[in-house]
């Protein structure tokens, strides 16, 4: 279904616009405007997608074990002398 909206652009934008439709790279400004609405939707929804999956993770992690401080202090020393004794230094 179509709906017919009355949009108000700054001239620098309408500009652009008609410019796609003379250089024929699209078939009306409305055109033009829509192809930036399906782009910004994309956008919208692969940022709430990469969040969701954030939100996920953290989750995730919050029920997992936790490391003092020290332990993880010691659990990085351990992979540093495990790295540097594998190139020899």
Do not use: C, N
Request: charged fraction near 35%; glycine fraction near 4%; avoid cysteine.
């Amino acid at each position: 279904m179509t709906v017919k909206t009355s949009v108000s652009l700054p001239d620098q934008q309408e500009a652009f616009a008609r410019r796609m439709v003379e250089e024929g790279r699209y078939s009306s400004v409305s055109a033009v405007i829509q192809q930036g609405l399906e782009l910004l939707r994309h956008e919208t929804e692969k940022k709430d997608a990469e969040l969701a999956a954030l939100k996920a993770l953290l989750d995730e992690r919050s029920k997992g074990p936790f490391l003092s401080k020290e332990e993880s202090r010691q659990q990085i020393e351990d992979l540093l002398a495990a790295k540097k004794k594998q190139y020899g230094l």
